[in-house]
């Protein structure tokens, strides 16, 4: 299982990012994908999941209504839309997967929100 994210930046309040993450290794169609985040300083969060059709979502309520999920099968990949960022979204973002009760994880990409 390989999970490769990628996308992060530094960013002024306000504005946007897509991160992506690439999957390899395992049947990406058939699983949840997760975003999580960690803040400096913190313990890891969720932030997002899809499930495998990709027409169902939940999110985490800081995030609700200005953050995206989405994924495309035929690529392998899962994307996280990120507007109206804030401070508080400075965070490590990093994709995950469960299978057969085993957590994967990306490398993660750094998200930098400050003016």
């Known amino acids: 299982v390989q999970l490769v994210e990628s996308g992060g930046g530094l960013v002024q309040p306000g504005g946007s990012l897509r991160l992506s993450c690439a999957a390899s290794?395992?049947?990406?169609?058939?699983?949840?994908m997760k975003w999580y985040r960690q803040p400096p300083g913190k313990q890891r969060e969720f932030v997002a999941l899809i499930i495998p059709t990709g027409d169902g979502t939940h999110y985490a309520d800081s995030v609700k209504g200005r953050f995206t999920i989405s994924r495309d099968n035929a690529k392998n990949t899962v994307y996280l839309q990120m507007n109206s960022l804030k401070p508080e979204d400075t965070a490590v973002y990093y994709c995950a997967v469960l299978i057969s009760s085993q957590d994967y994880w990306g490398q993660g990409t750094q998200v930098t929100v400050s003016a």
């Open positions: 290794g395992f049947p990406f169609s058939s699983y949840h």
